[in-house]
């Protein structure tokens, strides 16, 4: 069972906990941390979802990211994703974005630069099943594209100028 803290709208930390899977009252949402993955050479890193994932099974996707586990911070929670998709430990994440869906999720979007050797990504099982790295053109060209996850569309508009 995955235990996540619920904030209200506005980030403050409530004390109730919501449990993965089971309905999250409105008013209520859970963290859920992005990170894109800039290589020094100033190439990024697309993840490609398992085909068994219940959401976009199959997609690629900029960097990684998933829900902040009860009792983590957001940078503790982007860290560890980050490490169990990708394998790259990040020590120096970027808060870029924040971003609240109205329904049931408060997204923090993170920047890591890294100099990791291309071909050392760790695949996580049932997450990820393959990874690429691209060039900013041909990222902005897949993100304007029918091909790229609507959420993370709508948050890339929102950090762009950064990355």
Known sequence: ?????????????????LIRGQDI??????????????????SYLMMLRDYNKDIY?????????????????????AARELKEET????NNLILISTYC??????YHSYLCET????????????????????????LVEFMNSDSSIAHQKVRWLNYQ???
């Open 1 to 17: 069972m995955e235990l996540w803290d619920a904030y209200n709208k506005d980030g403050k930390k409530l004390d109730i906990d």
């Open 25 to 42: 009252k409105q008013g209520l949402f859970h963290l859920v941390c992005e990170i894109v993955v800039r290589h020094i050479d100033g």
């Open 57 to 77: 099974p199959g997609y690629y996707e900029l960097g990684a990211g998933g829900s902040v586990l009860k009792g983590e911070s957001s940078i503790e929670g």
């Open 87 to 90: 394998g790259i430990a990040a």
């Open 101 to 106: 869906d109205n329904k049931t999720a408060i």
């Open 115 to 138: 100099d990791i050797n291309k071909n050392d990504i760790v695949l996580q099982e049932n997450e990820t099943i393959g990874y690429k790295w691209i060039s900013k053109d041909e």
């Open 161 to 163: 100028h950064i990355i």
